[in-house]
Antibody
Framework: EVQLVESGGGLVQPGGSLRLSCAASGFTFSSYWMHWVRQAPGKGLVWVSRINSDGSSTSYADSVKGRFTISRDNAKNTLYLQMNSLRAEDTAVYYC????????????????????WGQGTLVTVSS | QSALTQPASVSGSPGQSITISCTGTSSDVGSYNLVSWYQQHPGKAPKLMIYEGSKRPSGVSNRFSGSKSGNTASLTISGLQAEDEADYYCCSYAGSHWVFGGGTKLTVL
């Protein structure tokens, strides 16, 4: 069974740091891009970051660029999100999600989706 | 990085059909980027319901269908059931990042 399990959430003061982990099982982790998506309490889903399969390429939402770092350890089948300079507005449930995609146009472009998602881990930034 | 536009809420009676719209721009929904749709029950993780605009993953009921016209994608749920009551989100790639819709709360009356 394909499974993603997040951990590492908790209460942190503004300006503090936290590292989230996402343990993958049931599939060849090193073959897939991965994403982090967050959801503030009572709000909608917001994409945060993505990393390619070997970790050589990353991208971030403008709201976290320069503060968050996504990484992965393919030997440990684990995805990470290092969060620094945390703000109250970073308070959210953080989900990791596997990237699925099909390539078209002789590989010139792709269409992707997120499946599956982990159960999420809550990060609360408050003094 | 603006969110895609979805109605905040829709409702329908059991057995009826409803459609949730997802409006973006020519840079996301209107381009070759076909949207995906996710269902989220309270306190649960999102679940993939539609990918590549109109394809259903294995295990998802054929009561769920997706389509697109111009810059607007749509999710239609036919034969509404009580278990369909949830939040629904669309998502599209937008060139360098991904954008979700604001979410639509479906109430089954």
């Amino acid at each position: 069974e394909v499974q993603l399990v997040e951990s590492g959430g908790g209460l942190v003061q503004p300006g503090g740091s936290l590292r989230l982990s996402c343990a993958a099982s049931g599939f060849t982790f090193s073959s897939y891009w991965m994403h982090w998506v967050r959801q503030a309490p009572g709000k909608g889903l917001v994409w945060v970051s993505r990393i390619n399969s070997d970790g050589s390429s990353t991208s971030y939402a403008d709201s976290v660029k320069g503060r968050f770092t996504i990484s992965r350890d393919n030997a440990k089948n684990t995805l990470y999100l290092q969060m620094n300079s945390l703000r109250a507005e970073d308070t959210a449930v953080y989900y990791c999600a596997r990237d699925r995609r099909n390539y078209y146009g002789s590989g010139s472009y792709y269409i992707n989706w997120f499946d599956p998602w982990g159960q999420g881990t809550l990060v609360t930034v408050s003094s | 990085q603006s969110a895609l536009t979805q109605p905040a809420s829709v409702s329908g009676s059991p057995g009826q059909s409803i459609t949730i719209s997802c409006t973006g721009t020519s840079s996301d929904v209107g381009s070759y980027n076909l949207v995906s749709w996710y269902q989220q029950h309270p306190g649960k993780a999102p679940k993939l319901m539609i990918y590549e605009g109109s394809k259903r993953p294995s295990g998802v009921s054929n009561r769920f269908s997706g389509s697109k016209s111009g810059n607007t994608a749509s999710l239609t749920i036919s034969g509404l059931q009580a278990e369909d009551e949830a939040d629904y989100y669309c998502c599209s790639y937008a060139g360098s990042h991904w954008v979700f819709g604001g979410g639509t709360k479906l109430t089954v009356l």
